[in-house]
């Protein structure tokens, strides 16, 4: 027997029953899509790229949701909690620690760190409680709510850590950018391109990392617990682990999303983690196709430019398309949008090359 | 050697007395089955034995340790496993995929794919791997289970009805099915209303009626025993 390349062997770790996409077809593409990401900038103009960076920021918390939603089955409401925790954090820790030595990149994993062991404490009474379905979303909706409340009305002097002033409603600003040390001068990631590559780099290898652990055993035990949470614990699972975990890990992704938002746009405000801001990600990943990572993907970045061009041309019009799209996707295709029409176009391309082989 | 047994074990819900004082052993190795009219208690001892619910008093011993107060998981990880009534798979998953979750925890990565494929056999499925659970008849989705219980290499089988809505050619084979099970070593302990299914494997039978032991004994003793003929047609009360 032919033992396989160390390529063939990375490939294999990447795909499974758990992602849709395999085999050259499906990579070559995806080298392409990335090379096409790389090259973006040298054809666009400094707006578009940064607001391209905008839109990326919010895939990993879209990612994230995916994972606890979409693969274990747990409608959490509390993705923007998390971002907002990380967000306010990398506030707080980069305003004090200045911009210096490469510390953003810590107050960077600190924020996110923070987010996941704010996730841990709240899923482990979550979990470990046996709460579940409708109940875990209002529960989480409810932290989101609190931590919008609280952060609102913090506008007094009082409430300041260290440098940082919380600004209640108006929310946190002047945080400095991510900056990486470098031979010769550190890298500021705030002129547009710099950050662009910084975070497009991040999503390929997060996504990339996702689609291991979906992949891996951890991921097979992860779609049991969705399927049939019962029988998963009848396999000898200890099924709250491995909630709380996928927990901790969607959330942190959140958390990143929460501190790259910061970063790209030098501010955060409670309006953040407001009703909108927790329905919207459930909305994106909804329609893209939450038990897939690259339909939810394609479909945040789609549903993210939609909006986006409505807000500019309808104003508040935009989230009642929202609404209109996610009753849309429920009617129609339950598995998502971008999901069914994937699927629609294998069966398609199955049939054709079938046809032509008879 | 008794496998399991349950010592004085009641279970209550509100003002009703599900379980009642019940004593109960299982030997080692024998195929036992459990059956009683509607309500008498076959279920719920079911789940005190599986950790689903815990019992208001008494004890249940695995193996000479007290399990009493052990989470389901934990149960399973000692050599118990279960194939409910409703058939507990993963329909959206391939049926492949189904076993391979059940066999993970419990072999080395390179025998996996032979084992599922052994097992595959066994269960009468191989053609059938890369369908998806759900779209299995109703006998198939019930072996599958059987699998992935069989295939966490159990010491105890619990089967809740295995045969419930079953052809009765699909029937005859899951007898066959847990009587290979049994004469490689599992333990078995069934509840079944097929009394065609309890004669052609069990090797002792327990009646239990309003939460108690009614009646023991072998099936040809059971049904001879007149008692026992009355309550399944409501004229007795224990």
Known sequence: MLRPNPLSRAIALLEGPQTQGRGTPFWASFAVVVAIACAYPLFA???????????FNWTFMALGLSLIWGYGGTLSFGQTAFFGVAGYSYGVISINLGDAYGLTLFALFASVAAAALFAA???????????????????????????ERFM??????????GLARLNGYNGMGSMPSLTVPWFGGDIVLFPDVQLYYFTLALLVVSYLGLRILVNSRF??????????????????????????????I??????????????????????????TAAALPIVWVAVGGRSDLTTTLIGTLVVLAGFQALTIHGSQYALVVMGVLLVLTVLIAPRGLIFGLGTFLAKCFHHKTTAGRE | MAILETRELNKWFGGLHVTSGVNFSLKQ???????????????????????????????IVYEGVDITKAKSFERIRKGISVKFQVPGIFKALSVRQNLQIALQHH????????????LLEFLKLTEARAQLAGNLSHGQKQWLEIGMAVGLKPRLLLLDEPTAGMTPDETAATGEMVQALNRDG??????EHDMAFVRQIAHKVTVLHFGKIFAQGTIDEIVADERVAAIYLGDAHA
């Open chain 2, 186 to 191: 599992v333990t078995v302990l069934a509840v």
């Open chain 1, 121 to 147: 404490l709240l899923g482990y009474f979550l979990f470990f409680g046996r709460i579940s379905g409708v109940f875990l979303g209002i529960v989480t909706l409810s932290v989101t709510l609190v931590l």
């Open chain 1, 219 to 248: 991921g097979n035990v992860l779609v049991a617990i969705r399927e049939n949470p019962q029988r998963a614990e009848m396999l000898g699972y200890d099924i709250r682990v491995y909630q709380l975990v996928t927990f901790v």
């Open chain 1, 250 to 275: 969607g959330s942190a992704f959140a958390g990143l999303s929460g501190v790259l938002y910061t970063s790209w746009g030098n501010y955060i405000t409670p309006a953040s983690m407001n009703m």
């Open chain 2, 107 to 118: 072999r080395r990565p390179e025998d996996l794919d032979e084992e599922i494929d052994r």
């Open chain 1, 45 to 55: 103009d400094g707006y578009d790229v940064g607001n391209n960076v905008y839109f």
């Open chain 1, 152 to 161: 609102a009305q913090t506008a007094g002097p009082e409430w300041r850590v």
């Open chain 2, 29 to 59: 190795g024998e195929i036992h089955c459990l059956i009683g009219p509607n309500g008498a208690g076959k279920s719920t001892l079911f789940r005190l034995i599986l950790g689903e619910h815990l019992p208001t008093s008494g004890q």
